[in-house]
């Protein structure tokens, strides 16, 4: 019997390493370091710094007029597109104790927190994978600088989740991380995202080892989130008829060629090189990846396969899920239309090609390719962050937070009982009582 029950801790144990050194104490001023610079990239660039005056879709006309006109818990609670945003109505909610000019730097500020913590934790976690410390760093830093994060996904509470998917991967893999901040992570994590239901499988053999505090409370979410989408109703985008090649297509070009070119090239690169770009892409991409299956331990093995199938689950999922006509590979933007669909399908991949690049020994022919690959990719990556620099689409245009604010004011000294406040994108608004805005 004793035999039996060792045999699931055994399994656990080689896929679930714990990391082979004691963090150092000096660790800590690299983590405040980090998060410093975290911040700045996505406050700063022109992207991150149009964001502290412009509030984003459902960061307003969902999260703070329900903060603004429903008790806490109420808020808190109501489910919103089928299924509950725990963490993003947190930030409402406190967010809406702040002076009305704030709101938007609010929102932007609470998301580019969350997101730098996201890459902390990628940071710590792969220790127990990654033998690099550079290549942890990169595979942390693409958190903050992935060439598909930057636009409509970045410093916003609406479309935080995608990253939150990824951090609790992450915090269930990290066997000595903190109990109760950890914990903490990923109960909200599981109450504020649908897709967290693919990590049930990680949380459920960590139960076989000790410190089973961070699953038990990722199940427990996980079955409130459930619960919640089972009774829920949840409107969908559209009737069109899904295309299994227009998925597949969409699905290549999203995932693989987004990861390495970020979403806005994808506009000028496809038409004019075809297939010729996935295929590209996919080898720079199985390359690595082959050699982490060749060579990784059975730990790196795992988390590779584990990695690429999540990244295929989740893009074909969003894509079947929500399919509509805008997301075929012909639209004019190719794959700007929900470019969010990218973010954790690409962490994902990347996870896997990192497992590859850091498990090549270094005295073989094969070493040579993926080191080739490794600069490649390298290239590929800090093209893209730094198109972000320059990249004026990527900056909000629309109306300004205190232009829309102001406006709101305007319409209550006239007379009028009630707020129509004005954000982006366009045509996105919600109404408050005039009490509320003086």
């Known amino acids: 019997m004793a035999l039996t029950a060792q045999r699931p801790r055994a399994l656990a144990d080689s896929v679930v390493p714990l990391p082979d050194e004691p963090r150092h104490e000096l660790a800590w001023l690299g983590f405040l370091g980090a998060f410093v610079a975290a911040m700045a990239f996505l406050l700063l660039i022109p992207a991150g710094w149009s964001r502290l005056d412009h509030l984003w879709a459902e960061d307003g006309a969902r999260f703070v007029v329900d903060a603004v006109r429903s008790p806490a818990l109420q808020n808190l609670t109501d489910p919103y597109g089928g299924y509950l945003h725990m963490l993003p109505r947190m930030v409402a909610q406190l967010v809406a104790l702040l002076p009305l000019e704030w709101t938007a730097a609010g929102f932007a500020v609470s998301a580019a927190v969350l997101r730098a913590l996201i890459a902390l934790i990628t940071f710590a976690a792969s220790k127990a994978y990654l033998r690099s410390t550079p290549m942890r760093f990169a595979l942390a830093a693409l958190v903050i600088v992935l060439p598909a994060g930057n636009s409509e996904t970045l410093n916003n509470m609406a479309n935080l989740h995608w990253f939150l998917l990824y951090g609790a991967f992450w915090a269930l893999l990290w066997r000595n991380a903190p109990r109760v901040p950890i914990a903490l992570f990923v109960v909200l994590a599981a109450l504020s995202s649908p897709l967290v239901f693919i990590l049930a499988p990680i949380a459920l053999l960590r139960l076989f080892q000790p410190r089973r505090e961070v699953p038990i409370a990722f199940l427990a979410g996980l079955v409130v989130q459930g619960l919640t989408m089972l ?132 005295k073989t022919w094969e070493r040579v390719v993926v080191t080739g690959s490794r600069y490649l990719i390298g290239f590929l990556v800090v093209v893209s962050v730094f198109s972000y620099l320059r990249e004026p689409k990527t900056a909000l245009t629309g109306i300004a937070w205190d232009e829309s604010l102001a406006k709101a004011r305007a319409e209550c000294a006239a007379g009028a009982t009630e707020a129509r406040l004005e954000h982006a994108p366009d045509d996105w608004f919600f109404v408050v009582p005039c009490e509320s805005v003086r």
């Open 231 to 362: 009774f829920a109703s949840r409107t969908p985008y559209s009737h069109d008829e899904v295309d299994p090649v227009q998925v597949l297509l969409a699905s290549l070009l999203r995932v693989p060629v987004v990861a390495f070119t970020g979403s806005e090239r994808v506009s000028e690169l496809y038409p004019a090189m075809g297939n010729l770009l996935i295929l590209g892409s996919l080898l720079a991409a199985a390359v690595p990846i082959a050699a982490g299956l060749r060579f990784g331990d059975r730990a790196g093995r795992t988390l590779a396969l584990v990695a690429v199938a999540y990244s295929v689950i989740l893009i074909v999922a969003c894509l079947v899920l929500n399919w509509t006509q805008v997301l075929q590979v012909q639209a004019p933007d190719v794959v700007m239309a929900a470019q969010r669909y990218s973010i954790a399908p690409c962490l994902f991949l990347f996870t896997a090609i990192f497992v590859g690049l850091d498990a090549t020994p270094t």
